[in-house]
Each structure stands twice: as C-alpha cells, then as structure tokens.
C-alpha cells in the first residue's frame, strides 16, 4: 500500500509521517510539502521554539531510526500539473490531505492574504480530488483534516457534520451542517468539505471529513526519540494554537491573554492523540462513504482554562502569571453555549491517551523550559500587534 501525506513538514503531518511509518512498515509512506509554514511563521517575526532540522536532514535521520519506508517530494498542491503526476506515479490507496495555510488571524491580515489562504487550500483540495478521478484511482480513501470552526459557534449541540432539520409543514431530511465560519481561513475548510461530499457523490470515492479541533503538545511517541525529529512549536499571535501559546507564556512569567469575555467553548486534543486517530480511520477503512468526525477529545470554556492554568502554574514553578482580558481582536461569538457530539470519532480514536490538557502542562513545561531564552526573546510576538 502506498500513502500519500500532504503537509508533512507540519505541526501535526511530521509526527503523524513517522507514526504511519511505525504502524504501516510494509507501506510506502511518500509525504509532500512545500515548506511554506517556515515561511510564513518567520514573514510574520517569529519562529518554532523547539528547534527543527531541515528535512532532508529529518528524513537522513529518521531512516537511521528504523523508519525507512518514508520518502519526501517537494511541492505545490495548487500546481495541478505537479499533482496530477505525483498522483500518476504513486497511485495511492490512502491520500492524507494536511496541507493548508492553517492559521485563521493570517487570513485576516489583508487582502493578499485572504486570497492567498483561499487559493492555496480550495486549489490544493480541488486538484488532489480531480487528479484522483482523472487518474481512475476513485477507490483511493480519501482523507482530510477540515476543522470544528466550520460550525462556527451556534447555541445548539454540533453534531458530527449532519443536522436534521424541517420546514413549516413538518417535511424533514438531514443535510450537511452549513458553513459558517468565522474566518477566511476557517471558510475554505467549509468548501474542501462540500467538495469532498461532491466528490463522493459523483464517483463513490470514499471521504472521511476529519473535523480537527484545536491541537496541543510538544510530542508524540515518536518525535521523542531524537531531537532532529522533533516537530515544531509556535507560540506567536498568528500560528500558535491557544494551549500552546499560553504555556509558552507561563514560561516567560506573562499574563495569559483571555480574548474578550473569555465564555468562547473551544475543542481540544492532544498532538499524540491527533496522530493516532489518523491511524485507526485508516484501519477502520470506509466503503464509499462521505464521514465525517468531530476530531476534539474534550471542549473546555476559555476563562476556566486560564484559571486552571493559573492554579497548576502556582504547584509547579510556585507562581503564576496571571490572567489579562484583552479585547478580543477576532469578530467571533462569544456567548454561545453549545456542545459538541464526538461519539463517533471517539469510538474510532478508543481510549485517548491525554483526556484533559491541563493534566499535560507539567510535561510540557518541563519540555519547553530548555528553551525559556528562546520563548522571552520572542514574547512580544505572543500578542497581535
């Protein structure tokens, strides 16, 4: 079997290219990438605080580790040339289609950079499903990583990608959950799912829609095993993920930065338990259907996080930074109270291995604070400026 991971340099693709390579050894594991992450995280001021290798020097090393069945290709997801003839040559049973400019405030920057966000994931999206079905491979398991920001933030249960609704005459039917993101960056994962269901309806291609939430930690059992694996770790405005950021922030002794009221419900889950969710929908399989999954292990409210945080900090390096309501510089809802149904994604994932995050900061603390220079040297970049 050959699988193809798109995005592999990323936070999350790295990790999950060497945990394909451990559980699927008779396999080929060919991951692409562009490297524009890098790029992008260093035009806005900041940088990974975990050091990365370049990846040649990735792969030189992980190939040393016993992962020797993975190979990288360098390139662009929107050249439909340069993917219809990866796709041409490698022939996939399993697409893992990670790529994508992820991050919801550099889509918001300016008219170049909403452009630039739609065309780089609506294009890549589009020609990986279209070269598929050009090159007769619609049996190819196709999966993506969309996000839970599709939902945007309505006052009712989020179920897992379908809600039943009725007209005035009591007609019903289940249709798929409207896109109503609140970001240019969260609104085109609401197109690469509507394309997905597309796809799946024009030719039986199996899809499976993984609706990731917001991803957490510094490792996987994997990337510990050498620093040149480790993955990396943004912690600026722009790309770092909440939790991420504000255990960098408990680091450098600065308030942690509550956006607005801080009553937002956010989905979490662990890097680790990410990876291996990718493992068991692949074993799981799918037999020409368009799924979708609520990728989250737990959703917590923002300000109880923070004053969670806050309380752990004071345990374990005996102070605690404090908490800062700044106003919030997203136009987001901030008051809804709904939940999340994951119970079908949390049959697939089985047990997690981190079920709440804040028992995770003392590890992860102790990982970073070798980089504590690093992190106050960057501290300004923790807050939009």
Known sequence: ????????????GWPLMLKLSKEFPDDQIIGIDNLARRKWVEEIGSASMIPIAEMEARIKKAHKLGFKNIRFIKGNLVDKEFVRTIIRITEPEVVLHLAAQPSAPYSQINLD???????????????????????????????????TGIYGAPNLQIPEGFIEVSDKEGNKDI??????ASSFYHVTKGFDAVNMWLANMQTGMPCTDVRT?????????????????????DIDFYFGTLFN????????????????SGNQIKP????????????????????????????????????????????????????????????NP??????????????????????????????????????????????????DVFIKK
């Not at 939430?213 to 996987?220: E, L």
């Not at 737990?298 to 806050?310: C, F, G, P, Q, T």
């Open 1 to 12: 079997m050959t699988i193809l991971l798109t995005g592999c340099d990323g936070y999350i």
């Open 268 to 327: 979490f889950i662990s890097l680790e338990d990410a990876c291996q969710s990718f493992i068991n929908i692949i074993r799981e399989g799918n037999d020409g259907e368009y799924r979708v999954y609520n990728q989250l292990v737990e959703y917590v409210r923002i300000k109880d996080l923070a004053k969670e945080l806050n309380n752990a900090a004071e345990e374990i390096l005996g102070k605690s930074p404090g908490i800062d309501f700044i106003p």
């Open 245 to 260: 950021r504000w255990v960098a922030m408990i680091i450098a002794d600065h308030p942690l930065t509550v956006y607005g």
């Open 175 to 180: 249709l798929p959950f409207p896109n109503i």
């Open 213 to 233: 939430s917001i991803v957490y930690g510094t490792d996987t059992e994997e990337t510990m095993m050498d620093e040149k694996l480790a993955t990396r770790f």
């Open 113 to 147: 950079k909403a452009y630039y966000t739609q065309e780089n994931n609506i294009l890549g999206t589009l020609n990986l499903l279209w070269a598929l079905r050009e090159e007769g491979l619609t049996n190819t398991y196709f999966i993506e990583t969309t996000t």
């Open 330 to 379: 997203r136009k987001e809802k901030e008051e809804a109270e709904y939940k999340f149904d994951n119970s079908k994604f949390m049959k697939v994932l089985g047990r997690p291995k981190h079920e709440r995050m804040a028992e995770t900061l003392n590890e992860i603390v102790d990982k970073l604070s070798k980089y504590a220079e690093t992190i106050n040297s960057f501290r």
